[in-house]
């Protein structure tokens, strides 16, 4: 295999984390934090890295091959929050190297998961790098959802190929593709942080809170994240910007081109807003019956609780674990469900669940019409051969490493609920869990560094969509 184009892109990438670095620095220099200096030398070290691997493999020609892309995709997720990892590792707050870590990795890979304490106090830097991690892993996701995985047909993800395709005929180059939908994202970071902006945000809240909350990130500058907040217009406009969070960023894109019809017409769309409302009027109706909680803040906390989650943002504006067992029941398969595919939530995805619905309804219709034939339909139509049976594939792997995660974190000493919820939530990149270790009112800092790193590579493997990780563990990707 030929690892040049892999290290060349890998140390454009290093370039483009160590430019990122440029803007924490200068908040630290501007607010008067020392950690300024921090920054500077990590800047450093990453261009360094970044322009040795640039330089070492420019000037060919190259040809991304299906087993490079795989190797690509793996070695990009982990060398970027190892590099990602240095201004935690060196900075004031005394960070060990498995905190470090787990921060950088939780960060860009926009799971939400924190081992900070304190937030309310930290260096201005710090707090900014962590929402620029999540905000660049947030584009990353996207491109990497449009660009790579339906190629490389991931979980079925090679249903989108073809809705791609028809982007593509207005932009034909991939990178082009790639290029609007970043400039859509910076857009909707902006429009998202002068909302904030107006609902009495400072400046750095705001735009920190932007980056984290269009990338379903979750990652506060407060240790209370949105309880901190106490006017209900700050969290109206989270809610709003968290379900944008979770459409498909190509939609926009034909939104903007002059089709609005796809955004509202797309069944994904449509499932994933559908399955918010109904999960919202549940709770409502177990808060204010059970719970006897006045129905406008039921519906706040509803609301948001529920779009937290399912997107994978993970902000908190309460401790929902108060509030029976109920509604931590439902919270807990909300975090596996997810967002729509092509956006920067995470879960196992809507579209997957059409998916299994349809292939259920076909069983069912053979059972009663032995003879008839039957095809499996997505989006109105008919879904690709092997569509089915990767989802399949996905949703077993899913369920094993699931069990993986919760079984070695309980080998680590952690409870029941710890156990499942870290998993669950690991994997499905959410961010908090249940109970009262790392809940919404907890933090992971508690936890063995052994547990740490298991749910590091929870993070990474939900994040890679299980498959394109372990098809690395096959002796034959390494044949020539």
């Not at 990438?13 to 300024?36: E, K, N, Q, R, T």
């Not at 924190?114 to 990353?140: C, E, H, K, N, S």
């Not at 989108?160 to 207005?170: G, H, I, N, Q």
């Not at 975090?335 to 076909?362: E, N, P, Y």
């Amino acid at each position: 295999m030929d690892f040049r184009p892999i290290l060349y892109i890998n140390g454009i990438l290093l370039s483009v984390l160590s430019l990122s670095m440029i803007l924490p620095m200068m908040a630290d220099l501007y607010f008067g934090y020392d950690d300024w200096k921090v920054f500077f030398t990590c800047i450093i070290i990453t261009a360094f890295f970044g322009g040795a691997l640039i330089l070492s493999n420019t000037g060919h020609n190259f040809n991304i091959t299906t087993r490079q892309a795989f190797l690509l995709t793996n070695t990009t997720w982990l060398i970027l929050p190892t590099f990602g990892a240095l201004p935690f590792w060196f900075s004031s707050l005394n960070m060990s190297i498995t905190d470090s870590f787990f921060e950088a990795m939780s960060g860009i890979t926009t799971t939400g998961s924190t081992v900070i304490t304190g937030l309310d106090y930290a260096p201005a830097g710090i707090l900014l790098w962590r929402a620029i991690l999540q905000w660049l892993g947030g584009i990353g996701i996207i491109i990497m959802a449009m660009s790579i995985l339906p190629f490389l047909k991931v979980g079925g993800m090679q249903i989108f190929k073809t809705e791609l395709s028809e982007s593509e005929k207005a932009l034909p180059r991939t990178a082009q593709l790639a290029s609007s939908i970043a400039v859509i994202y910076v857009g909707l970071t902006i429009i998202c942080a002068l909302c904030y902006m107006f609902t009495g945000l400072e400046i750095f809240d705001a735009v920190a809170h932007a980056m984290t909350t269009i990338s379903t990130g979750g990652f506060s500058t407060f240790d209370a994240s949105f309880g901190h907040f106490k006017t209900i217009s700050t969290s109206i406009v989270c809610i709003i910007f968290m379900i944008l969070g979770g459409i498909p960023f190509v939609l926009y894109l034909k939104a903007v081109r002059g089709n609005l019809r796809p955004l509202f017409k797309d069944s994904q769309v449509r499932w994933f807003l559908s399955i918010i409302a109904i999960a919202t009027i549940v709770t409502i109706s177990y808060l204010t019956i059970q719970q006897d909680m006045p129905l406008p803040k039921a519906l706040l906390l509803s609301l948001f609780n529920v779009v937290s989650l399912m997107t994978g943002t993970g902000f908190s504006n309460g401790d929902f674990n108060s509030w029976g067992g109920f509604a931590v029941s439902m919270f807990f398969f909300l975090m596996v469900v997810g967002g729509c595919a092509g956006s920067t939530s995470c879960g196992i995805k809507i579209f997957r669940f059409q998916v299994l619905h349809a292939v259920t309804k076909i069983q069912i219709s053979k059972l009663l019409y032995p003879n008839g034939v039957f095809i499996p339909h997505y989006n109105g139509k008919p879904m690709p051969k092997d569509v089915p049976s990767s989802v399949m594939g996905f949703f077993f792997v899913y369920a094993l490493g699931f069990s993986f995660l919760a079984i070695a974190l309980s080998y680590t000493g952690l409870d029941f609920i710890t156990s499942m919820s870290g998993a669950v939530t690991s994997i499905s990149n959410v961010g908090p869990g249940l109970g009262p270790i790392i809940g919404p009112a907890g933090n992971f800092q508690t936890l063995p560094d052994s547990a740490k790193w298991i749910l590091s590579l929870g993070m990474f493997l939900g994040r890679l969509e299980l498959f394109a990780v372990l098809v690395m563990f096959s002796p034959h990707f390494w044949k020539v």
